[in-house]
């Protein structure tokens, strides 16, 4: 498996400071800001700053540090979003998983109940 990663998308955009965004937590090595089309109270996306396209692309590519880094962020964001109740987090994947992007984001989605995991 190769991966073309395009660094005109949206995502890289935003890295370089091209394009706004709202900050919700930044360290060495993820953003995490939120969902421009939020599906719950809360939706915020996790991004690594490095150039991976897709879930697999990063843990694959991707060195400890950078792994580590981008979960110190998900940690991060779940305490300062108060999930204590609970969230999803899903990551799309190519044509298959309907991704959007082709720049590697974990959504933290919840604030409410959030229903079966799959539906169609
Ligand atoms: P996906 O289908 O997993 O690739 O999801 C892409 C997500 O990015 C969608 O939930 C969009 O609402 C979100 N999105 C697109 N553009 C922006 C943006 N400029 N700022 C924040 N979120 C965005």
Redesign the pocket.
């Known amino acids: 498996m190769t991966f073309d990663y395009d660094d005109q998308n949206?995502?890289a955009k935003?890295l370089r400071g091209e394009?706004p965004?709202?900050t919700v937590y930044e360290n060495d090595h993820a953003l995490a800001?939120?969902?421009?089309?939020?599906?719950a109270p809360v939706?915020v996306?996790v991004i690594p700053k490095g150039p991976y396209m897709t879930l697999d692309h990063f843990a694959r590519d991707a060195s400890p540090q950078e792994q580590v880094g981008f979960m110190q962020a998900v940690a991060e964001v779940c305490r300062i979003s108060n999930l204590e109740d609970g969230f999803r987090a899903?990551?799309?994947a190519r044509g298959h998983?309907?991704?959007?992007?082709?720049h590697y984001?974990l959504?933290i989605v919840g604030g409410r109940p959030m229903g079966r995991m799959l539906q169609g």
């Open positions: 949206i995502f935003i394009i965004n709202q800001f939120n969902d421009i089309n939020p599906q939706h996306l899903i990551a799309n998983g309907v991704q959007e992007v082709p984001h959504h």
